[in-house]
């Protein structure tokens, strides 16, 4: 991670940590903060964190590994979530994940080495009566076949060049 | 906001709210729950709103945005009042004909009518499909009319009455009484009484004491505690507030699962309004109550949904679950007495006391009372939330409310209770939804997952699924769920695989007895549950596994070739072009071909040939391998030449 991105959150500090009690009990939560802003949790923060609540940087390692919602590495631009429930599962998710896997050339987990789409699976999105379902980017598609898939990721980049 | 200090003030609040409603000519509700926005019902509202302003027809239509109402399957769809028409999955530029037509002109729209998949019966009305009809909504009925981040309509609903009522005229005893006479038992899964766990937790000893609703909802193809408190999150805080006043509580946690940002949203919307209207914080309704409510995210975490795991989470630390007792009720969150509860479990309260324990336990079996809400999905016709009084066959649920089977196809199974539950055959579907009846059959109610597979659904595949499940989201805290799970998932994995051997099923069995003897958890103790079930009901299925190398499922991929039957092939290069890996070689007009060494099996062929033809074929067991037989003859030969 570049210094200047240390630099940026130590600056951001106060933002971050406004409302939170220096202590265990706000590490999640802060954790999620840090996430939602930079993507990923850059290891290089782990020690810093750690002074300020007081806690042992092995503690945090082992919050960021144990629960799947942290990353330690940076996303791509765009996130595809692929659910993989079980009404999904039964309506063939797996082979929509599969698909995702071989248009992207990686293994959900996984970034694509130009960094623009990071590919993930789920355990259930709660939209369990439309699926199979995709989320790109938060948006939600519903009834997803394997030949959708293609047009789904084009999108998603389209999207992305529209912002710029 | 003036604050509201009692009933009285409420009760005056309510009918202000109720004479400054101005009646208009329609109302038009929207459900825009988390797949109502998956399915396009953000454009539907914009449409409608472009089009109500573009007409200056304001006056005459209402528009109400409301959380989920259940009819998934149907996304988005639209109720009109007075009438209650229904309409299903439209799009937008049907906005302007059903303002021209049926709002303006009283006029019913044919083609935006549900159609009954068995019977092929129109429904124009949304009381009279057969979806809704079979159903009690007691919890769920409230999503039709609410905006769910307008304490105002929860307030005309009749919200927060319960609390009020409860405030000034109920001991905390009186009102764990009324808990334990309406039977009520948690929704998370175990079934525990609520006011006996509450009651515990009373007269539990210690200086502070916690209540938790649990909304870590994980059990994946379940969405009823979403739906809850995206659609209705006012009645999820009012049966904490009962709950923490009954319990003794000061401070409260909703632990919501990260993955439902719209429920956090709106749950965290409603705290704010209700601490500004004084139903929260410090001595409410003006009384000497004082109770705060958090909201605490998960972290994608499935065994946080487990009491004493979701606990350390709150605290901060990894979800590892502990041994019991002591049970929260005694020594919960930083060791203080801790109640948690189900999203539904607390929304069941204020109903409770509203109604009368009384009124509540009329409806339901002798030890399960009230209404439950499952989420019916799979291969079944209407897929969605229903909830139906406790003692409906699971029959009546697939078939009536949920219309049979998606496509004509045979039933198989039906799956309750997710990763702890079990597959139920045909021959159970008479069993009555109760707590006790669903263990005995070896599965168990748990918190509403109801998945219904057809006869293309591998059972084994099944076992597999949630085995992996299991096996992947055990924390490794002990030992027989870490290791036990995954020795078993391995044997899974050889027999999908087409490399089972005889003595495979005892093995399974053995090793199912001992995760579900010596875990510490729930979650290995349920573990093994999908395998024991699909054995005890599917062993035929197994055994084609193993013995014959076949899957009469045609799901398990190395049991199975996709073929294209050269009679019926029409040569029309759909399923050439849509084929990834490049196996499927011919021209147009003459029949395709798939080179078996070659296909990767992603079945996209298989999606792509026009369903008339229908032409691509799965094989397994003797007629895929007489297939290979033929083509690698056939390989050969050319090679020879
Ligand atoms: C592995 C595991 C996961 C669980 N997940 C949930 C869950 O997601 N939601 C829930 O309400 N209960 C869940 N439970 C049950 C809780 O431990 C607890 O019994 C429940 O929240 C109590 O609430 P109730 O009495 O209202 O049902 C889970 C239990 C186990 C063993
Ligand atoms: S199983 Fe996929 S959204 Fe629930």
Known sequence: MSCLLIKKMASEDKEIFKGLELNQKSLIHLLHRIQAQYGYIPEEVVDDIAERLKITPSEIFGILTFYKAFALEPRGKHLVTICLGTACHVRGGRQIAEEAERRLGIKAGETTADRQFTLETVNCLGCCAIGPVVVVDGVYHSHVSIDQIEKILKKATEKGDEKN | MKKIKNLHDLEKWRSQILASRPKKLKRVIISSGTCGQASGSLAIIEAFKREIKNQR??????????????????????????????????????????????????????????????????????????????????????????????????????????????LESFSPEQVIEEIIASGLRGRGGAGFPTGRKWQICREAKGPRKFIICNADEGDPGAYMDRSLLEGNPHSVI???????????????????????????????????????????????????????????????????????????????????????????????????????????????????????????????????????????????????????????????????????????????????????????????????????TLTKAGSIMGSGGMIVMDEATCMVDVARYFLNFTQEESCGKCVPCRIGTKQMVEILNRIVAGQGEEGDIEKLENLAQTVKGASLCGLGQTAPNPVLTTIRYFRNEYEAHIRDKSCPALVCKDLIIYYIEPEICVGCLLCLKSCPSRAISGERKKPHHIDQSLCIKCGACLEKCPPKVGAIKKYTGRKRDEIMATESSIKNSRVGL
């Open chain 2, 57 to 166: 027809i304001e006056d005459k239509i209402e528009l109400k945005v409301t959380g989920c109402h259940g009819f998934c399957e149907m996304e988005p769809n639209i109720i009109i009042e007075p009438d209650k028409i229904f309409y299903k999955q439209l799009k937008p530029q049907d906005v302007p004909i059903i303002i021209e037509k049926t709002i303006l002109n009283g006029e019913i729209i044919p083609s935006l009518v549900y159609q009954d998949p068995l019977t092929g019966r129109s429904y124009p009305y949304q009381p009279e499909i057969p979806f809704y009809q079979r159903q009690l909504r007691w919890l769920t009925e409230a999503n039709f009319y609410l905006d769910p981040t307008s304490l105002e309509d929860y307030i005309a609903y009749g919200g927060y009455k319960a609390l009020a009522q409860v």
């Open chain 2, 238 to 436: 009012e049966g904490m507030l009962i709950g923490a006043y009954a319990i003794g509580a000061k401070e409260g946690f909703i632990y919501v699962r990260r993955e439902y940002p719209l429920a956090v949203k709106h749950v965290t919307i409603a705290i704010e309004q209700a601490k500004e209207a004084g139903l929260l914080g410090e001595s409410i309704l003006g009384s000497t109550f004082n109770f705060d409510l958090h909201v605490v995210q998960g972290a994608g975490a499935f065994v946080s949904g487990e009491e004493t795991s979701l606990m350390a989470s709150i605290e901060g630390r990894r979800a590892f679950p502990r041994q019991r007792p002591p049970f929260p009720a005694q020594s919960g969150l930083w060791g203080y007495p801790t109640n948690i509860n189900n999203v539904e479990t607390w929304a069941n309260i204020p109903l409770i006391i509203n109604k009368g324990a009384s009124w509540f336990n009329q409806v339901g079996t002798e030890r399960s009372k009230g209404t439950k809400i499952f989420s019916l999905v799979g291969k079944i016709n209407n897929t969605g939330l229903v909830e139906v009084p406790m003692g409906i066959t699971l029959r009546e649920i697939i078939y009536e409310v949920g219309g049979g089977i998606k496509g004509g196809r045979a039933f198989k199974a039906v799956q309750t209770g997710g990763p702890s539950g079990g597959c139920l055959p045909e021959s159970l579907l008479d069993l009555p939804v109760d707590y006790d």
